[in-house]
């Protein structure tokens, strides 16, 4: 990762900084410095409830670091992934309230969903959709793209006004699935892996030690670590030694691709870079470089070439997969690795993504580079600090204060604090944080002062019973990877933080908790903004319908008529699709000219599904 | 005028659900049933949302939701839909409806 890489040694590395551990909830939080149950979103917005802190709906009491920043002669440009619009609000004819440019943002240019094809991504400029500008043959990818646009958004503004600050929030959709890269990033990594993920954790944990990221005597911890009573059969890791030798061969290229991925994507934010720094605007920029959750597990044991088998109870069948080994990363795939990697790209901790009462699902990289404003270079900071703090710090670099009334609506207060005493404290100065509560898809958990109680729940575990769940304590200044339960040592340290955990809760309307399987939180009935109807129609022309408000054809037989008037004998082509090559299903028509003249016109669409 | 329609016919299975399903599903788990329920100890309190009307608990199964506070506001059925037009200059001078008027 040399671009990450360069910032870090120009400025500073976060060894605990922490998120929500699910990407949509983190990224509210770095809009609205707020927690992400404040938000509305204790979940992803296509899990949205209606409760308070589960509505996926940004409320007007929690003003965006962007609006506040416009307000003080900021330009402000969204780039990259949003994952904050309630899914019924992804429409063309939809309300746009809740997109970028209702939310202080003068430009977007990116995709609003929670993953896209880095091929073939569903774009948003503004407040329209677009198709992308050029295709993969072409050299497209969205990583590219991302960069492309983020220079001439700032080009563009300092043509114009070149006194004026502005704020870029910019979000690749690396490292999320699809695993999308240039076959030529994925061959750097060839063999890298091919020890397997249990070699990995203890290479990278020797290695992360020697490079001060982790403290001397940090332990690993189990890569199946939850109790069988209490833990997600999809989220279970396969030991490296049981696998066969095509698996060994399928998960270790998976990796290969991830990290492709991940480096290509750094080499296109280096080119932002080398932008800012050609135009002398580099010096004065603060760079904070981060991800939103752990890695994700989202893989299960066997990962996918194909997610969208998973997404639909669809078996992998590893014969299959083998076929298309070659093809990973490629427009042909939609891949994702196994658990065994998220556990491994997690080290030391336990879990992953989603798994809000460990690290693995919470610490993430964080970089800080401003070469004016900060002096230290190349240091590490081991202050605790979580994606909270990201909009205090901005706003205390602005010299900007949060308004306690925002529009004639009162304002939650920041959930998070300022981290720039960090710059000039010393790598190891106590941090000024006190305490930061967790709380994802059942899991549970709360950090205050150097310890934390964690409680023994699976997300989407499906079996209630929160009264009943057994806690943990860790005393994480003297225990970093959190492998060692002090519960029985220290049971009034435990009581205490799990009161404060309820209070925190009731503070940040993080109840009721919901770990009931993705399906059942997914498929809540929701309010749509149009009444129920059985006939839809489509017109040529149009935008393309997103998912969530387009015909739902699932469980249901269903009939597609089209009325197609040709003029051309040699006209042909698609008149519906569906989906895309990777599932779903396509209607197209013949020219008439090459079966026989206009009369084919008049014979039925020919349809077919991969 | 061109165009597709789909007419949906409810309730038949088919082979054809299994075709696109929302990204969000990648989180979904071989899940594990739903267990008995219980009621919960706690209920938190709903900070600005004076309107809110569902029922918060420990556990979601033991709660019911209100949507109502986090629903956008309709239009009423049947509301006129508008056009405002203007021309940069006028097309006719005022007083003069057309090249004879």
């Known amino acids: 990762m040399p671009t990450l890489q360069k910032l870090a040694d120009q400025g500073l590395m976060y060894t605990q900084w922490h998120t929500v551990a699910l990407c949509s909830p983190t990224r509210s939080t770095l809009l609205t410095g707020r927690n992400h149950t404040l938000n509305g979103f204790a979940s992803i917005s296509e899990g949205a409830n209606g409760f308070p802190g589960l509505s996926g709906r940004l409320p007007p009491q929690a003003a965006t670091v962007a609006q506040i920043l416009q307000d003080n002669g900021y330009s402000t440009f969204w780039l990259g992934k949003n994952h904050n619009v309630p899914e019924q609000e992804v429409a063309e004819g939809g309300d746009r309230k809740s997109w970028p440019l209702g939310w202080g943002f003068e430009r977007f240019y990116g995709f609003l969903g929670g993953e896209t094809n880095q091929w073939y991504p569903d774009l948003v400029e503004d407040n329209h959709f677009i198709e992308p500008p050029y295709k993969p043959e072409q050299g497209y990818h969205l990583s590219k793209d991302l960069a492309d646009q983020a220079i001439k958004m700032i080009r563009d503004q300092k043509a114009t006004n070149p006194s004026k600050p502005w704020f870029v929030y910019y979000n690749p959709g690396a490292n999320h699935a699809p695993h999308h890269a240039p076959q030529e990033y994925i061959a750097k990594y060839k063999g890298k892996f091919d020890d397997g993920y249990e070699a990995y954790r203890t290479w990278v944990l020797a290695r992360m030690i020697e490079k001060g990221v982790l403290p001397k005597g940090t332990k690993l911890t189990p890569i199946n670590p939850m109790p069988k009573d209490m833990s997600n059969p999809a989220d279970y890791v396969r030991p490296w030694d049981s696998l066969n030798a095509d698996e060994k061969k399928l998960f270790s290229h998976m990796a290969e691709v991830w990290a492709g991925f991940s480096e290509y994507t750094d080499a296109q934010v280096g080119r932002v870079i080398d932008y800012l720094r050609e135009s002398g605007q580099l010096d004065n920029t603060v760079v904070f470089y981060a991800a939103d959750n752990g890695t994700s597990g989202e893989g299960t044991p066997n990962g996918s070439v194909n997610e969208d088998k998973f997404f639909n109870n669809y078996p992998d069948d590893l014969t299959e997969n083998m076929k298309l080994i070659d093809k990973l990363g490629s427009p042909d795939t939609y891949g994702h690795f196994p658990t065994g990697w998220a556990v491994a790209f997690s080290t030391p901790y336990q879990m992953f993504k989603r798994y809000s009462q460990y690290s693995g699902g919470t610490d993430c990289p964080l970089v800080i580079s401003w070469p004016k404003g900060i002096k230290a270079r190349g240091e590490i900071r081991n202050q605790y600090h979580h994606s909270v703090d990201i909009v205090p710090t901005i706003l205390d670099i602005a010299g900007v204060k949060m308004p306690k009334v925002y529009h004639g609506v009162e304002q939650f207060p920041l959930s998070g604090i300022s981290m720039r005493y960090t710059f000039d404290a010393a790598p190891d100065a106590p941090t000024q944080k006190k305490r930061q509560f967790y709380a994802m898809l059942g899991t549970r958990g709360i950090w205050e002062n150097g310890w934390k109680a964690s409680a023994v729940h699976a997300a989407f575990l499906g079996k209630g019973k929160f009264d009943q769940d057994e806690w943990q304590l860790y005393h994480v200044d003297a225990d970093r990877s959190e492998s060692t339960d002090l519960a029985k040592q220290y049971p009034d340290k435990l009581a205490a933080l799990k009161k404060r955990w309820f209070e925190e809760a009731r503070i940040n309307l993080a109840l009721p908790l919901d770990d009931r399987n993705a399906m059942e939180q997914l498929g809540v009935e929701r309010p749509s903004a149009e009444p129920k109807r059985d006939r839809y129609i489509y017109y040529p022309g149009t935008a393309p319908v997103p998912e969530g408000v387009a015909v739902s054809v699932r469980q249901r037989s269903f009939k597609i008529l089209a009325n197609v008037e040709t003029t051309d004998a040699d006209a042909g082509g698609v008149i519906f699709a569906h989906g895309s090559r990777l599932g779903g299903l396509l209607g197209l028509t013949p020219p008439c000219g090459s079966t026989g003249g206009p009369r084919c016109c008049r014979s039925p669409i020919q349809w077919s599904a991969p | ?101």
Do not use: E, H
């Not at chain 2, 038949?12 to 299994?18: E, Q």
């Not at chain 2, 399903?21 to 899940?31: E, I, N, R």
């Not at chain 2, 556990?59 to 405002?84: E, L, Q, V």
């Open chain 2, 1 to 101: 005028m061109n165009r597709v329609t789909l007419k949906l016919a409810p309730g038949l299975p088919t082979l054809l659900s299994r075709a696109v399903v929302v990204f969000g599903a990648l989180l979904c788990s071989l899940a594990m049933a739903q267990t008995a329920k219980k009621p919960a100890p706690s209920s938190q309190a709903v900070g600005p949302y004076k309107d809110f009307k569902g029922v918060i608990k420990l556990d979601i199964r033991d709660s019911k939701a209100d949507w109502g506070p986090f629903t956008p506001k309709k239009a009423p059925a049947g509301a006129p839909t508008f056009s405002s037009s203007s021309t940069t200059t006028p097309v006719s001078p005022p007083g003069r409806r057309s090249a004879a008027g």
